[in-house]
C-alpha cells in the first residue's frame, strides 16, 4: 500500500510522512506529562514501600513493609470483603448489562440512541453526588422503605449491601457500553439461522450471543473491576462496619495513621494484582475476537 | 401437527403448497394471493426485481413471517402456525449466518445436537454432508478462514445435515462474484439432484434462475406473474413483464387490421405486415402487445412467404457483441426492435447505422403478452434488455 502511494503520488508520500513529524512534536509535550504526572506518584509510592522508617533518605532499604502487610490478618479479611463486594457487583451489572446490550442492539429500533445517551448521561452525573443520590433512595426515611410496607429496614443503607447497589449503579455505563459494542458486530442473521436450526432462547443466549459478546464483557471488566478494588469514596458514604474496603484501608493507613510504608506497599500489592488480573482478561478478550 | 408427520402420507414427500396466502406490511402487500404448489424433488425458483414479495413468500415458508390470510402446507400439513424449528425445512440465508466462534464441523452439527440425534448418529451425519458439499478437509476451519464459496457450502451443509424434507435458499449467491456464482450454480443444481431435497430458490437474476430451476414463479408487486418452465417463460412469456424480465425482448403494439389463416395481421403497407398468433378472440382494431426475442428475427432480401412477419426498417445502432451482433432497427411504425445477428461467419459484413433493411420472422415467434391499452404511441425504447431488469431491481 505505501509502496504504491510512494510510486503513484510521491509528493503525497513526503507530505505523510511530514505529518508524521507534525504529529510527533503535538504528541511531545502530554506524552511527557502523561508521564511525570502518572510514573512519578508511582515511583514515589514505590520506593516510600521500601524505605525503613521513619521514611527519610538516610533510613536505608527493607521489604518489612511487605511482609507485614501480608501476615496481618486484617488485611487478608478486608481483601476477602473488597473481593467479594466487588465481585457481587459485577455479577449484577453482567446480570442487567447483557439484556440491556442485546434489547439496545437488535430490539429497540428508534429507541437505542436514546438508551445510549441515557447511559452516557448518568456517567456524567459526578460520583460523589450520585453516592450520596443513593443515600436518599436507601435511607431510613428513603424511597426504598417508603415503597416496602412494614417497619423501616435498616440493612439496606451503611453495609455491604449499600455498598453493592451503588457500585454496580455507579459503573453500569461502562459495563454496558463495551459489551453493546461486542454486539454490534454480531450480525442478526446469526439468530436466525440458530432458530431455523432449532434453537430456544437459551441455547441462543449461551451458544451464540455470549460467546460472541466475550470481547465486550472481559473489556468492561476490566474496565469496572479494577476502580471498583480501589473504591474508598461509595464505601465511605453509603458503607457500613461490614463493607470496609481496600481502598478505604489504604487511605486509613497513610492518612489517617501516617503509616507510609504499609500503605504504600499494600498499595503497590493491588496495583500488581490489578495488572495481573486486566493481562488475564485482556487475554481472554483477544483470545475471544473472532475473525468473520 | 408438525411439518414431519405429513411424510406419512407418502405422495407428498417434500410437496410445499402455499394455498392463498397475503401478507401486508403496514398498508403495503408484500404479497398479494399467491398460490403455488411445489412438487417433492422440484428445483423450484421465485424470480423477480427486489420488493416483488419473494423472500416474503420464502420467509413464510420458513416460518419466519406469518400470513395474513391463506394457508402453507409441508407434505400435505397445514403448517400455518408452526413455527420455524417444528417445520422440517430449512432456510439458507444470503449473509449465511454461520457462527464464526465454531468451527466449520461445529456449526455444522449445530441443528443434529439441539435435536438431540446422539453423538454418533450427529457425527457420521455430519462427515457425511462435507463430503456431499465437497469440504473435507476443512472440518475444523473457522468460517473466517474460508473463503466465500466455502462458507456458501458450510450454510448449505448446515442446513442439509438436518435432512429437511425442503431447503429454502434466499439469494444464496449474492455475496459472491460472477465467476464462483456461476460456478456455484451448477453445483447447487448437482447438489439438488444428488439429494433429492426440494429447493426453494429466491432471485433476482434470472439467469441464475434460469440456469437451475425445473420451475420458476416470475414475480412482480406481490403477484405471480408467471408460473412456468425456463423454456416455457422465455418462449411464452405471458405478460410484457415477464417478456421484458426474462432476457431480451422486443415488446411491440400490435393493431389487428385483419385476420388470415388463423393469425393476426397488422398490415404497415408496401406488403409490410406483423403477424402473430393468438389463441382468444380479439376484435378488429384492438391493440395487442406481442413480443419477439432479437435472434428469433432474420435480416433477409427477400420476402419469406406466407407465415412470417415481414417489415422493413433503418438500423440506428450496431454493436459487435461477440457471438451476435446487436441491431437496433427503427420500425416505419416509430417502434424500434432490437435483433440480434448471428455471426456465425467469419468475415461477414455488419449492416451500417442508416442502412435499410428488411427483417423477417415466423409468426408463432410474435407472442401476444398483454392487450392492455397501451394510450401513448410507442416511440421506442421498447427492447428490454436484463442489465435494464435487473437495473430496476
Known amino acids: 500500500m505505501a509502496v504504491t502511494v510512494g510510486t503513484l503520488e510521491p509528493s503525497r508520500g513526503r507530505r505523510r510522512s511530514g505529518s508524521g513529524r507534525g504529529a510527533f512534536g503535538i504528541l511531545f509535550t502530554p506524552v511527557v506529562l502523561l508521564l511525570v504526572l502518572f510514573l512519578g506518584p508511582m515511583v514515589i509510592m514505590a520506593s516510600m514501600s521500601l524505605l525503613r522508617f521513619p521514611p527519610n533518605l538516610s533510613s536505608g532499604r527493607t521489604l518489612q513493609h511487605y511482609t507485614d502487610v501480608l501476615t496481618n490478618d486484617l488485611n487478608w479479611h478486608i481483601a476477602w470483603t473488597t473481593l467479594s463486594i466487588a465481585s457481587i457487583s459485577m455479577a449484577i451489572m453482567l446480570v442487567i448489562a447483557i439484556p440491556l446490550a442485546y434489547y439496545m442492539v437488535f430490539k429497540a429500533r428508534r429507541w437505542e440512541l436514546f438508551l445510549l445517551l441515557s447511559l452516557v448521561l448518568a456517567d456524567e452525573l459526578a460520583p460523589v453526588v450520585k453516592v450520596y443520590a443513593w443515600q436518599v433512595i436507601l435511607g431510613r426515611n428513603g424511597i426504598v422503605n417508603w415503597l416496602i410496607p412494614g417497619p423501616p429496614k435498616s440493612f439496606l443503607l451503611f453495609s455491604s449491601f449499600a455498598v453493592i447497589v451503588t457500585l454496580a449503579a455507579t459503573y453500569i455505563t461502562y459495563t454496558t457500553i463495551p459489551i453493546y459494542a461486542a454486539m454490534k458486530a454480531i450480525d442478526p442473521s446469526m439468530f436466525e439461522s440458530a432458530v431455523d436450526l432449532g434453537a430456544g432462547w437459551w441455547v441462543q443466549?449461551?451458544?451464540?450471543?455470549?460467546?460472541?459478546?466475550?470481547?465486550?464483557?472481559?473489556?468492561?471488566?476490566?474496565?469496572?473491576?479494577?476502580?471498583?478494588?480501589?473504591?474508598?469514596?461509595?464505601?465511605?458514604?453509603?458503607?457500613?462496619?461490614?463493607?470496609?474496603?481496600?481502598?478505604?484501608?489504604?487511605?486509613?493507613?497513610i492518612l489517617s495513621a501516617g503509616d507510609w510504608g504499609a500503605g504504600s506497599a499494600l498499595n503497590i500489592i493491588m496495583l500488581v494484582v490489578s495488572v495481573v488480573f486486566s493481562l488475564i482478561a485482556y487475554r481472554l478478550a483477544r483470545l475471544n475476537r473472532i475473525q468473520t | 401437527m408438525t411439518a414431519s408427520s405429513g411424510s406419512e402420507n407418502g405422495g407428498h414427500e417434500g410437496e410445499i403448497v402455499v394455498e392463498r396466502v397475503t401478507k401486508r406490511f403496514g398498508a403495503l402487500a408484500a404479497v398479494h394471493d399467491v398460490?403455488?404448489?411445489?412438487p417433492g424433488g422440484e428445483f423450484f425458483s421465485m424470480l423477480g426485481p427486489s420488493g416483488c414479495g419473494k423472500t416474503t413468500t420464502l420467509r413464510m415458508i420458513a416460518g419466519f413471517e406469518a400470513p395474513d390470510r391463506g394457508r402453507i402446507l409441508l407434505q400435505g400439513a397445514d403448517v400455518t402456525a408452526v413455527p420455524p424449528a417444528k417445520r422440517n425445512v430449512h432456510m439458507v440465508f444470503q449473509a449465511y449466518g454461520l457462527f464464526?466462534?465454531?468451527?466449520?464441523?461445529?456449526?455444522?452439527?449445530?441443528?443434529?445436537?439441539?435435536?438431540?440425534?446422539?453423538?454418533?448418529?450427529?457425527?457420521?451425519?455430519?462427515a457425511e454432508v462435507i463430503h456431499t458439499v465437497q469440504l473435507d478437509g476443512l472440518e475444523d476451519r473457522r468460517p473466517g478462514q474460508l473463503s466465500g464459496g466455502q462458507q456458501q457450502r458450510v450454510a448449505l451443509a448446515r442446513a442439509l445435515v438436518n435432512r429437511p424434507a425442503a431447503l429454502l435458499l434466499d439469494e444464496p449467491l449474492g455475496a459472491l462474484d460472477l465467476k464462483l456464482r456461476k460456478e456455484m450454480q451448477l453445483e447447487l443444481k448437482a447438489l439438488q439432484q444428488r439429494t433429492g431435497t426440494t429447493f426453494v430458490y429466491v432471485t433476482h437474476d434470472q439467469e441464475e434462475a434460469m440456469t437451475m430451476s425445473d420451475r420458476i414463479a416470475v414475480m412482480n408487486a406481490g403477484r405471480v406473474e408467471q408460473l412456468a418452465t425456463p423454456r416455457e417463460l422465455y418462449q411464452r412469456p405471458a405478460t410484457p413483464f415477464v417478456a421484458g424480465f426474462i432476457g431480451t425482448s422486443n415488446l411491440l403494439e400490435l393493431r389487428i387490421d385483419r385476420r388470415e389463416q388463423?393469425?393476426?395481421?397488422?398490415?404497415?403497407?408496401?406488403?409490410?405486415?406483423?403477424?402473430a398468433t393468438e389463441q382468444q378472440d380479439p376484435k378488429n382494431g384492438e391493440r395487442l402487445t406481442v413480443t419477439v426475442?432479437?435472434?428469433?428475427?432474420?435480416?433477409?432480401?427477400?420476402?419469406?412467404?406466407?407465415?412470417?412477419?415481414?417489415?422493413?426498417?433503418?438500423?440506428?445502432?450496431?454493436?459487435?457483441?461477440?457471438?451476435?451482433?446487436?441491431?437496433?432497427?427503427?420500425?416505419?411504425?416509430?417502434e424500434q426492435l432490437t435483433v440480434h445477428k448471428l455471426n456465425d461467419e467469419v468475415g461477414a459484413e455488419d449492416p451500417r447505422p442508416g442502412q435499410r433493411v428488411l427483417l423477417h420472422w415466423a409468426a408463432e415467434h410474435s407472442y401476444v403478452v398483454g392487450s392492455s391499452p397501451v394510450p401513448e404511441p410507442p416511440g421506442g425504447g421498447t427492447a428490454e434488455t436484463p442489465a435494464r431488469a435487473e437495473a430496476g431491481s
Open chain 1, 205 to 253: 443466549t449461551r451458544k451464540i450471543l455470549i460467546p460472541l459478546a466475550a470481547p465486550g464483557i472481559f473489556i468492561a471488566m476490566i474496565l469496572v473491576y479494577i476502580p471498583m478494588l480501589t473504591d474508598f469514596v461509595t464505601a465511605d458514604i453509603v458503607g457500613g462496619t461490614g463493607s470496609y474496603m481496600m481502598g478505604q484501608r489504604v487511605r486509613d493507613l
Open chain 2, 35 to 38: 398460490s403455488l404448489t411445489i
Open chain 2, 100 to 126: 464464526p466462534h465454531m468451527t466449520v464441523a461445529e456449526n455444522i452439527a449445530f441443528g443434529p445436537k439441539i435435536k438431540k440425534l446422539g453423538r454418533g448418529e450427529t457425527g457420521s451425519r455430519v
Open chain 2, 262 to 275: 388463423g393469425l393476426l395481421v397488422m398490415d404497415l403497407g408496401e406488403g409490410q405486415r406483423i403477424l
Open chain 2, 293 to 334: 426475442r432479437p435472434e428469433w428475427i432474420k435480416l433477409t432480401s427477400v420476402d419469406a412467404g406466407g407465415r412470417a412477419s415481414h417489415v422493413e426498417g433503418t438500423v440506428v445502432d450496431v454493436v459487435y457483441l461477440g457471438s451476435v451482433t446487436q441491431l437496433i432497427v427503427l420500425l416505419p411504425t416509430g
